[in-house]
């Protein structure tokens, strides 16, 4: 299976600053087709996950422009460009390469 | 729009089985795949197997293969997930998940306890 590695698990922010949070892959994610299967949600306290950004750099609807995801093919990162009060919560990667589909250790996003 | 609404909340004693419900809408169910996803109280998230919507595929994680069944209603466009010989480990909340989980359920909390 797939292993990702999420640093750090723990994250202090100050608001209005930009935030980091890595995602290292033990195996590459570039498909067949030539994308990289990796997305990040966003968990907030009693809520479902939330689909941030799907293959690697990919916003869904909705999502603030200031969340991006970039990354190589094992190497991934989330950046948050100037954090806000309703970013606190967990965030996860997910590779969707291949089955099973599998997860990072989360991280936790803390004012 | 795309909703996926489980059922309700359930409390099993160990040994026990327990099936949650997926039904889903605003899309076209049978041409995609469900995942299932649970979570255990203040831990990560854990993939639980998927099922063709169509009910020809399916694939578990090895350490619930044999314990864990998936199913589909397309009929009702609805998903279920049935977890046998319960233990306390199975306490989690188990989502469903559409196709490379882009939406999500809104969660089901299973509690083993005798």
């Known amino acids: 299976d797939v292993v990702l590695t999420q640093s750090p698990l723990s994250l202090p922010v100050t608001l209005g600053q930009p935030a980091s949070i890595s995602c290292r892959s033990s195996q590459s994610l570039v498909y067949s087709d030539g994308n990289i299967y990796l997305t990040w949600y966003q968990q907030r306290p009693g809520q479902s996950p939330r689909r941030l950004i799907y293959k690697l750099s990919n916003r869904d609807s909705g999502v603030p422009d200031r969340f991006s995801g970039s990354g190589s093919g094992t190497d991934f990162t989330l950046k948050i460009s100037r954090v806000e009060a309703e970013d606190v919560g967990l965030y996860y990667c997910?590779?969707?390469?291949?089955?099973?589909?599998?997860f990072g250790q989360g991280t936790k996003l803390e004012i | 729009q795309v909703q996926l609404v489980q059922s309700g909340a359930e409390v099993k004693p160990p040994g026990a089985s327990v099936k949650v419900s997926c039904k889903a809408s605003?899309?076209?169910?049978?041409?995609?795949?469900i995942h299932w996803v649970r979570q255990a109280p203040g831990q990560g998230l854990e993939w639980v197997g998927v099922i063709k919507a169509t009910g020809e595929t399916t694939r578990y994680a090895q350490d619930l293969q044999g314990r864990v069944i998936m199913t589909t209603d397309t009929s009702t466009s609805t998903s279920y997930m049935e977890l046998r010989s319960l233990t306390p480990e199975d306490t989690a909340v188990y989502y469903c998940?559409?196709?490379?989980?882009?939406?999500w359920g809104q969660g089901t909390l299973v509690t083993v306890s005798s």
């Open positions: 998940a559409r196709d490379h989980c882009d939406h």
């Open positions: 605003g899309y076209t169910f049978s041409s995609d795949h």
């Open positions: 997910m590779q969707d390469k291949v089955w099973p589909y599998t």
